[in-house]
Structures are given as C-alpha cells and as structure tokens.
T-cell receptor, first 111, second 115 residues
C-alpha cells in the first residue's frame, strides 16, 4: 500500500513569510494528491489538489508542485497570514483505492 | 443535504458499553470513509466503502469495531465494549467516485469520550 511521509511536523513563520511543506509517497501508481487544512476543532477541508499529469498548480497564495520521478510533492504558501495557522495534511491515493494521509504539519504564523 | 452529516456530535459513554455512530454522506457520493483522529494526531484510516464492492476493512483496529453501509446511503460505525483508548474524534468523509481520485468531503465528526 501507499506510504506518505510529511515534513516538517511543525513550522513557525512570521506573517508575510513563505511556508513550504513537503511530502513523499511510495506508490508510483498514485495519481491524485490533495492537501487539506484543519483549523483547531474543525473538520479537514480541501485547499488544493494536483493530479499526476501536471507538475504545478496555483490558487492565489497557495501552490502545489509535484515531482513524479522523485515521488514527492510540496505545498507552498506565500505572504502568510495569521489565519493560515492550522494543521495541514497531504495525501496520496494508494493503488487506486483509498487516500493515505501524511501525519500533518502544524503551521503557526506569528503576527 | 449540503454536506456530510454526522451524529451525534458528542458522545460520552462508560467503559464497556457499545456505541453507534452515524454518517449521512453527500447525495450521489459513491465512496465513504471512516477515520479516527486522536487529540493532536493525524487521520487514522478505519474503513472504506466503495459502491457495491466489498468494503476495505484493513484499518479497523480490532474486532470490536465494525461498520455497515446500505447502498450509497447512510453508514454506521459500531464500537463494542468501548475502552478508554477508543476516545477520539471519528470523522466520516464521502467522495464522488471510488479509487481515491476525487476530493474527500468531511463531516464535522463525532467526539467520543469513554470514561
């Protein structure tokens, strides 16, 4: 099955700085990689996703890059704001069935 | 409905009692997942229902845990003889199709506390 590793486990940045979270996956057949944001006490919500036929996708201050050869993908948040503070989870689909999640990154953005 | 609905939102039970958690997915969503999230931890996969195919039960931690789903509608997760380590938030999610190729839409979860 799929194994998704996520780093770092915690990330502290100053408001306005950029934040990068990295994930690696093991199953070369995986072709869908979503990112979820979970604010304290709330449910995870999809913020961006990427499929294996593209290398990069952007949505305003958020971007995701995918390197299929190296089997890793990254979330980039630019011009961070305090409301970006949350736990972020990456995921990859394993053997075309379930989504396997990384262990999460707690992002803290200080004003 | 507008989203995935879970009930109850909170459940406090005594050790040794059975509990049943309910999930009502988004209408038309074929796939349904159950996850467990302990305090400050990640999303632990429990079970996956994929249309009419046999469910993937590989994440169920013990035989005290079971789940059912009727067609593409409501699912129930049952925990028998609850233990304190079962205390967690149980999240249900549904997606439009199977194969892990579509976004998961999560419910607000059921917070289970076993005393």
């Amino acid at each position: 099955g799929e194994n998704v590793e996520q780093h770092p486990s915690t990330l502290s940045v100053q408001e306005g700085d950029s934040a990068v979270i990295k994930c690696t996956y093991s199953d070369s057949a995986s072709n869908y990689f979503p990112w979820y944001k979970q604010e304290l006490g709330k449910r995870p919500q999809l913020i961006i996703d990427i499929r294996s036929n593209v290398g990069e996708k952007k949505d305003q201050r958020i971007a995701v890059t995918l390197n299929k050869t190296a089997k890793h993908f990254s979330l980039h948040i630019t011009e961070t704001q305090p409301e970006d503070s949350a736990v972020y989870f990456c995921a990859g689909n394993s053997g075309y069935s379930t989504l396997t999640f990384g262990k999460g990154t707690m992002l803290l953005v200080s004003p | 409905g507008a989203g995935v609905s879970q009930s109850p939102s909170n459940k406090v039970t005594e050790k040794g009692k059975d509990v049943e958690l309910r999930c009502d997915p988004i209408s038309g969503h074929t796939a349904l997942y159950w996850y467990r999230q302990r305090l400050g931890q990640g999303l632990e996969f429990l079970i996956y229902f994929q249309g009419n195919s046999a469910p993937d039960k590989s994440g169920l931690p013990s035989d005290r845990f079971s789940a059912e789903r009727t067609g593409e509608s409501v699912s129930t997760l049952t925990i028998q003889r609850t233990q304190q380590e079962d205390s967690a938030v149980y999240l249900c999610a549904s997606s439009l199709d199977t194969g892990g190729r579509s976004p998961l839409h999560f419910g607000n979860g059921t917070r289970l506390t076993v005393t």
